[in-house]
């Protein structure tokens, strides 16, 4: 009973930092190179576990996002209408990411082994070699569209912020121009596409041997359509 709360207790730890990676990336911040390690992060914390712990990480992480980059509502005159706008808003954003959360955990293409896999490199590598490399890189996409349809849904229900993982990538030019095909959710989607599927690569690769093919044979679906937007970007960028 003590090893499992204490499981639990650095699990919900790390979901802070994650929420903290995912807040820190957007400006003013600008640690943009975190927005491509905290999706992936949240999945590992939660594939695996029971419902309930998947939706708790999930909540966690979006609770410490949304304040951290909504702290420009502390600023508002009326201190206690700031206070209480800033924890509302933190609040009840974080119900989107809990969800995205709880459904790619769901999506997982093998039953839920609940307690089964408590989150150790080794059972979480044993967990993902259960499916094939194709059905990872399928799950590695659905989540990516996930976290889309998420984005969606903040800019739509509740409160209407455009609110994108996107955004925190508009210094890198060659990569934001998909953006005039796709809009911002592209260039959500291919950061977390990407994510997931690095994340995949570095728990199998304490496993495994070689490491380094293990990461190009994960990241090969997302690593070609990242080269290709990339390309898209450079030539937008620099054909008259």
């Known amino acids: 009973m003590f090893r499992a709360r ?10 802070v930092l994650a929420g903290l990676a995912l807040g ?3 400006p003013k911040f600008n640690l943009f190179w975190l927005a491509w390690l905290a999706p992936g992060l949240l999945l590992l914390l939660s594939l695996g576990q029971g419902g ?6 999930g909540y966690i992480a979006g609770l410490v996002q949304f304040l951290v980059g909504f702290y420009w509502l502390l600023l508002i005159p009326n201190r206690t209408v700031a206070i209480a706008a800033w924890l509302l808003v933190g609040v009840l954003m974080a119900l989107y990411i809990a969800a995205w959360t709880w459904v790619c955990c769901r999506c997982f293409p093998i039953a839920e ?6 989150g150790q490199p080794s059972q979480l590598a044993a967990r993902l070699l259960s499916v094939s490399w194709q059905r990872r890189a399928w799950w590695a996409f659905i989540c990516a569209g996930a976290w889309v349809a998420m984005e ?5 229900i509740l409160n209407g912020f455009p609110y994108s993982l996107g955004l925190s990538q508009f210094k890198l030019l060659p990569l934001i121009q998909i953006a005039s095909v796709t809009g911002v959710y592209g260039v959500s989607f291919v950061v977390v596409w990407t994510s997931a599927a690095l994340a995949c690569a570095f728990v199998l690769a304490q496993s495994a041997r070689p490491g380094l093919s293990v990461f190009a044979r994960e990241l090969a679906a997302p690593g070609v359509a990242l080269a290709a937007i990339l390309l898209f970007g450079c030539l937008k960028l620099f054909t008259p």
């Open 24 to 26: 820190l990336a957007y």
């Open 6 to 15: 204490m499981n639990h207790f650095h699990r919900y730890g790390l979901a």
């Open 52 to 57: 309930w712990t998947a939706l708790c990480v």
């Open 152 to 156: 969606m849904g903040i800019a739509r």
């Open 113 to 118: 082994q609940r307690g089964k896999v408590p």
